[in-house]
């Protein structure tokens, strides 16, 4: 089976995504052919310059499914005459401005052969029955525990110091990393370290959650996010407010803690992942998310839409 994988090219040094990569090589680990259409330049230019270079290419190629990631790139497939589509909403497309929905809407009912969602709560919010629910799985074999001693050589942290890490850019308003901040102010332990997760490299992800002792996410929106999977794949504690599919992901795991958005809150609750001082039982208790299984089910759409097809 032969598919084409949709998505923004616009990453750093102009690359995808690493969610849409990992999750093309987890299909092909499962035997399918994956080729990759990044959607390079920004803005209305950029995206319509694509919708024809994507259709010269759809023209000279054959694909058994077209898979475009976040909705912009489903229009984009949409419009440049990919079929079957199917189109997988990431989180903030679900829960964008109500206009933006109604676009997505259009598509979903005109093209979109398959639409899929990350979580129960992107499902809820996107209102519509046939729609599928599909996490991004995780690749198990690179999150994995790392003794603590080998993971700070690499991020070269402080080693008497307890640290906490932001799971995303500090920058991004919907991250919420103002409830961060106020938290750790409110705990105020000199002993602690705050870092963030940004622009650092896909490949030393891994050492980063292994250098932390707790985890945290302050967003005010998620679908299915990653950095919580991943993190629980490395059985570090986390700390995050009730978004997206977080609660039941982490329920199982004693040492991680759902926050409101109170910072008093919040920084209690770090209080208590920091006490918890030890590796929780997150790997063990999100094993149905290996990515091979999630690979699974993603070619079980792909073999219903071509069979229909």
């Known amino acids: 089976m032969k598919i084409l994988f949709v998505s923004s090219g616009n990453g750093k040094n102009n690359t995808i995504s690493p969610i849409v990569k990992n999750q093309g090589n987890s299909l092909e680990k499962e035997g399918i052919r994956v080729e990759y259409f990044p959607i390079k330049g920004k803005g209305i230019k950029g995206y319509l310059r694509a919708v024809f270079t994507l259709r010269d290419k759809l023209k000279e190629n054959r694909y058994d499914v077209i898979h475009a990631h976040y909705w912009i790139s489903g229009i984009v497939a949409s419009f440049s005459g990919a079929k079957p589509l199917v189109v997988s909403l990431m989180g903030d497309d679900v829960k964008a401005k109500v206009w933006f929905k109604w676009i997505i809407y259009i598509f979903y009912s005109l093209s979109w052969k398959k639409t899929i969602v990350k979580s129960e709560d992107m499902y809820i919010s996107f209102g519509k029955k046939d729609v599928a629910i599909v996490p991004n799985g995780v690749n198990m074999d690179r999150f994995k525990p790392i003794y603590k001693k080998e993971a700070l050589k690499i991020t070269r942290w402080n080693r008497d110091k307890k640290h ?91 040492g991680c803690y759902i926050s409101s958005f109170d910072y008093k809150d919040f920084g209690e609750k770090i209080e208590k992942a920091l006490n918890f001082n030890r590796r929780t039982t997150g790997r063990e208790d999100i094993a149905h998310l290996k990515e091979e299984i999630i690979a699974k089910r993603l070619i079980d759409i792909y073999i219903d839409i071509k069979d229909k097809k």
């Open 164 to 254: 906490i890490l932001f799971t995303s850019n500090p920058q991004r308003v919907e991250k919420n990393f103002k409830l961060v901040e106020d938290a750790i102010k409110y705990i105020n332990n000199p002993n602690v370290e705050l870092h963030s997760l940004f622009d650092v490299p896909n490949r030393l992800v891994p050492y980063y959650y292994n250098s932390a002792d707790v985890i945290v996410l302050s967003s005010l929106w998620e679908g299915s996010p990653n950095a919580i999977k991943e993190s629980m794949a490395c059985n570090i504690p986390i700390v995050s407010t009730d978004v997206g599919d977080v609660k039941d992901v982490i329920k199982k795991s004693k």
